[in-house]
């Protein structure tokens, strides 16, 4: 059974000119799909109609098997952690008690809930030291990890995750891919990625959608769309930045090292590639 279902989902907000059409898209527990789109494409609204934070004009949408008009929506969010790029940490409380928001509202025991706090920080690549600061004494990147500290403390097997770390400068955005995959594999959860940076879709997807005007152009693995884009709209989309970000970083670096310890002529490395394009 999918863990998200969309059967023939419409949504239109104003003009009746409908922002996600006729959308069907079934997901699994475990998968990590990122959905790609140029902006105003209906990424969030879609990503929204699986926590009720939007409700579609037609269609079903089911979640754990069950149609989102009979879950309750407290309960619905509760099961479910939600990442958005302006975190939004309560700047009063505590990094802790931040992460414990939904264990508190859930009236968790403290032994247990101190316990979890320790485990997610050191988790999302923090201190425990950090757990007694407050949202202003960390910086972007650190509040992005408390945020997702934060959406794993209910133990929710879906994560939502809208731009996450969109705002955060490129080494830190690299650092928390990286946590974002290890998490992901250690605690198998089901994560719905919105971005919409090429790079990081391929990265971290393992299904990955492409929505066009609110309709799925194409979806697959990176190996799929680059490879086999199946229309022009899909293979302009990706174009050579996708060539590029297929290509193994591993080689690359030995490549950069024998370049910059001139083992090896730059000019020769274009030489062999024009060989077999030739
Ligand atoms: N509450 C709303 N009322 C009216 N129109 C809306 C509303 N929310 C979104 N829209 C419109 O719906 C379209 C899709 O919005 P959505 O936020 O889903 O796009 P997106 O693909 O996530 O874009 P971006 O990459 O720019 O964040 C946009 O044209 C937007 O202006």
């Excluded at 527990?29 to 009720?52: D, Q, Y």
């Excluded at 509760?78 to 009063?92: A, E, K, N, T």
């Excluded at 600061?133 to 939502?160: C, F, H, K, N």
């Excluded at 731009?163 to 400068?169: N, R």
């Amino acid at each position: 059974m999918p863990i998200i279902e969309f059967i023939n989902v419409e949504k239109a907000y104003i003009n009746n000119d409908k922002i996600i059409n006729n959308l069907n898209l079934k997901i699994y527990k475990g998968e990590f799909v990122t959905v790609l789109g140029e902006s105003g494409c209906g990424k969030t609204t879609m990503l929204k109609m699986i926590n009720k934070l939007i409700s579609p004009n037609d269609g079903i949408v089911k979640v754990y098997g069950k149609d989102i008009k009979n879950w309750n929506t407290i309960d619905l969010r509760r099961s479910i952690g939600y990442v958005i790029q302006q975190i939004g940490l309560f700047p009063h409380m505590t990094v802790e008690k931040n992460i414990n928001y939904v264990l508190n509202l859930l009236k968790i025991k403290d032994e247990y809930k101190r316990k979890t706090a320790n485990e997610l920080i050191e988790l999302v690549g923090l201190d425990r030291s950090y757990l007694s600061r407050y949202p202003r004494e960390l910086s972007g990147g650190q509040r992005q990890r408390v945020g997702v500290a934060r959406a794993l403390a209910a133990d929710p097997d879906i994560i939502l995750m809208d731009e996450p770390f969109g705002a955060v400068d490129e080494i830190n955005r690299n650092s928390l891919q990286n946590e974002i995959i290890k998490i992901q594999k250690r605690l198998n959860k089901t994560i719905i990625f919105v971005t919409h940076d090429i790079n990081e879709a391929l990265k971290l997807g393992s299904r990955i959608i492409l929505l066009n005007k609110g309709k799925i152009e194409q979806m697959g693995t990176k190996e799929d769309l680059i490879y086999k884009p199946n229309s022009e709209f899909v293979r302009n989309f990706f174009g050579i930045k996708g060539f590029k970000s297929m290509l193994d970083e591993k080689i690359m670096i030995e490549l950069y090292e024998k370049v910059l310890n001139k083992h090896i002529d730059v000019e020769d490395v274009y030489d062999k590639i024009k060989e077999v394009t030739l």
